[in-house]
């Protein structure tokens, strides 16, 4: 290889590892299709890089291989997560189940918890039939290229995260010096929307409650869909959560980090927000499955 040769390798893996997002299009105002359903934003089409490498701070091998995902249509998010007060009109509609009360934290403007899986789909389901609208979870691609909103940090917030910027254990044993606030921590969730948004707008992408995906767990990102397509074989017992949670350490809030739980688990960590395809130009959101 020559000299020149060399430079230009070392230019192009430089130029890969640096500009890792590229997006199109502008948010658009937050809305609502009903009274009592989620907040909705709309996230842009574009192209983000996602996982984390070997060499990444905190990298776990499951994180991995990094991919490239390109969204080709814009998609609607909720702002926040799914809220005791929202979760409580589907009960009063009979689709959804009652929940526990959340501990003495309260309900309200709270993200609701102690939901399974099938209670996301339960609740979608209901949003559906409310307003004759698609919505769905979010695929664990979309997820996190909504949670990027154009970055390539660590975290949502950049390459540190302090419990000035998210709800999550401060007090955990292993923390960073950038990576929190000593001695804070809730000891529970919070009304949503109390930190800053990110890029698209959209609220606690990072902690207060990990957030149920559509995908069935897989042990890495081999095989996943460069379309941002939910993968829907594998081990479909267990199903992604994403974002961390009010309990965790900062290490569990990096973007890209991947958990799973069974389906059928419901406790006090995990929540869920809602997805919705928007009308596309060959008539097709992207909600349809991967094949792997």
């Known amino acids: 290889m020559s000299c020149f040769q060399w430079r230009l390798h070392t230019s192009l893996i430089l130029a890969s590892s640096l500009c890792l997002t590229s997006i199109t299009g502008a948010v658009a105002e937050p809305f609502r299709d009903c009274p009592e359903c989620p907040e909705m934003v709309t996230v842009p089409a574009g192209r ?6 070997p060499w990444s701070r905190h990298h776990d091998a499951d994180e991995g291989p990094r991919y490239m995902v390109n969204i080709s249509h814009p998609f609607a998010v909720g702002r926040f997560e799914v809220t005791f007060s929202e979760w409580d009109a589907c009960v009063q509609a009979t ?13 309200g403007q709270r993200p609701v918890m102690y939901v399974s899986w099938y209670d996301a789909q339960a609740y979608v389901q209901w ?19 909504a949670a990027r909103a154009g970055r390539s940090t660590t975290y949502v917030t950049g390459e540190c995260i302090s419990t000035q910027q ?8 292993h923390q960073e010096p950038c990576e929190a ?4 921590a809730h000891k529970g969730t919070i009304p949503v929307g109390q930190f800053a948004p990110n890029g698209f707008g959209l609220y606690d992408m990072a902690g207060n409650l990990s957030e149920w995906v559509q995908d069935c767990w897989h042990a890495d990102h081999r095989w996943a869909s460069t379309a941002g397509l ?6 479909c017992r267990y199903r992604v959560t994403r974002g961390g949670s009010w309990a965790d350490d900062a290490t569990e809030l990096r973007t890209a980090r991947r958990s ?5 688990d419901w406790n006090p960590v995990v929540g869920f927000r809602v997805a919705k395809d928007l009308s596309s130009p060959s008539g097709m959101g992207p909600a349809a499955s991967s094949p792997r």
Do not use: I
């Not at 983000?48 to 490498?53: C, I, P």
């Not at 004759?132 to 664990?140: D, I, K, T, V």
């Open 260 to 264: 799973h739980h069974a389906a059928e």
């Open 181 to 184: 606030t000593a001695g804070v």
């Open 166 to 173: 998210a709800n999550f254990n401060g007090q955990a044993a």
């Open 95 to 107: 689709v959804c189940r009652p929940l526990p009360e959340g501990h003495d934290w309260g309900r």
């Open 230 to 235: 939910p993968r829907e074989s594998g081990d």
């Open 127 to 145: 949003l559906k039939l409310r307003t004759g609208q698609p919505y769905r979870l979010l695929s664990e691609a979309e997820w996190e290229y």
């Open 48 to 53: 983000a890089l996602l996982g984390s490498s």
